[in-house]
């Protein structure tokens, strides 16, 4: 029996798809529309991977010292620390742990209105953020 490709691509589908779940590697879509996979642990870190974002790239506007020693809280928004940001902003909640979609802080950075100033976040800088909203935005 001779197998086009696209049967050959089918049969191999479905079990690279179980192992992939089996796995528990999550597989993402990115802005082309090509599959990337991820291959980040579960549990991202707050303390080491995502306040390291912040801070490179988000304090100077919320939380950061300005030149003049005074504490800059844009919209008061405090990202120096974890229960600083789950305090939110002004405006109240950023963060709906479980649901980055619905969540104010994904919004602004996916889109890219935050940050105003600078280097815009990279997308594995996204990607953690992402991910460690979805998974819970766990203080760890």
């Known amino acids: ?3 086009t490709r696209f049967e050959v691509v089918g049969a191999l ?3 690279l798809g179980l ?3 089996q796995i ?3 597989l993402t879509l990115v802005a082309q529309g090509e599959a990337q996979f991820s291959y980040t642990e579960a549990d991202v870190s707050f303390s080491e ?3 390291p974002i912040f801070e490179g790239k988000c304090v100077i506007c919320h939380g950061g010292v300005d030149e003049n020693g005074a504490i800059t809280k844009e919209m008061e928004l405090d990202l120096t620390s974890y229960d600083a940001l789950m ?3 002004e405006f109240g909640s950023i963060v ?3 649901n980055a979609e619905d969540s104010v802080l994904w919004m602004m950075i996916e889109v890219g209105d935050m940050p105003q100033d600078g280097e815009p976040l990279t997308m594995e800088e996204l990607e953690v953020i992402k991910t460690w909203i979805a998974e819970g935005a766990q203080n760890n």
């Open 1 to 3: 029996m001779i197998w």
């Open 13 to 15: 589908a479905v079990p």
């Open 19 to 21: 192992m992939l779940a």
């Open 49 to 51: 991977d995502v306040a």
């Open 87 to 89: 305090v939110g902003s």
């Open 24 to 26: 528990n590697l999550p």
């Open 96 to 98: 709906e742990p479980g």
